[in-house]
Antibody, heavy 121, light 109 residues
Framework: QVQLVESGGGVVQPGGSLRLSCAAS????????MHWVRQAPGKGLEWVAV????????YYEDSLKGRFTIARDNSKNTVFLQMDSLRPDDTAIYYC??????????????WGQGTLVTVSS | SYDLTQPPSVSVSPGQTARITCSGN??????AYWYQQKPGQAPVLLIY???ERPSEIPGRFSGSSSGTTATLTISGVRPEDEADYYC????????????FGGGTKLTVL
């Protein structure tokens, strides 16, 4: 069965960095684009970034460009999110999700349980 | 920026039909997708490509789309359907960007 397990969350000071990982199993990882989605406490879902099946293309939410970097290692079935210059409003649960590509976009058919990132001094 | 607009809340009694709308200028050209999220849990895909339902999703959940509005319909609502519901679509103006609606809290009275 499809499994996505996030790790790497924790408490970090403003201006700090954190690298999230998402280990995938139960499907052919290299066939799917992978996404990160976040949810601030008590708020809705916010799409963060996507990386194509082969890692060749990445897209980001505009407001996060330059601070967040998505990457993947298909040999390890893992997708990463490098987060730099973190701010208190980056505090959220970060989910990774498997993408299914349809015409000009994706839908997200499996989600991990999320990892909590808290940015606070 | 491109937005998807959902009502913040919808309330229905058990056994009734709930309809949750999602409005966006790009929806005539882009598919809508729907997710359910219960407290403390990750979202679950309910509907894809406007109307398709994953095999594990109960048949009381259905989707439709017309013009700039997509609709999630829950027929014969059950107490366990109380949750937050989100629509999602591709940004019609920015290549590669995905957008979520603000979410709708469904309350089963």
């Amino acid at each position: 069965q499809v499994q996505l397990v996030e790790s790497g969350g924790g408490v970090v000071q403003p201006g700090g960095s954190l690298r999230l990982s998402c280990a995938a199993s139960g499907f052919t990882f290299s066939h799917h684009g992978m996404h990160w989605v976040r949810q601030a406490p008590g708020k809705g879902l916010e799409w963060v970034a996507v990386i194509s099946y082969d890692g060749g293309v990445q897209y980001y939410e505009d407001s996060l460009k330059g601070r967040f970097t998505i990457a993947r290692d298909n040999s390890k079935n893992t997708v990463f999110l490098q987060m730099d210059s973190l701010r208190p409003d980056d505090t959220a649960i970060y989910y990774c999700a498997r993408g299914q590509y349809v015409s000009s976009g994706y839908y997200l058919d499996f989600w991990g349980q999320g990892t909590l990132v808290t940015v606070s001094s | 920026s491109y937005d998807l607009t959902q009502p913040p809340s919808v309330s229905v009694s058990p056994g009734q039909t709930a309809r949750i709308t999602c409005s966006g200028n790009g929806l005539p050209r882009q598919y809508a997708y729907w997710y359910q999220q219960k407290p403390g849990q990750a979202p679950v895909l309910l509907i894809y490509k406007d109307t398709e339902r994953p095999s594990e999703i109960p048949g009381r959940f259905s989707g439709s789309s017309s013009g700039t509005t997509a609709t999630l319909t829950i027929s014969g609502v059950r107490p366990e359907d109380e949750a937050d519901y989100y629509c999602q679509s591709a940004d019609n103006n920015v290549v590669g960007r995905e957008v979520f609606g603000g979410g709708t809290k469904l309350t089963v009275l």
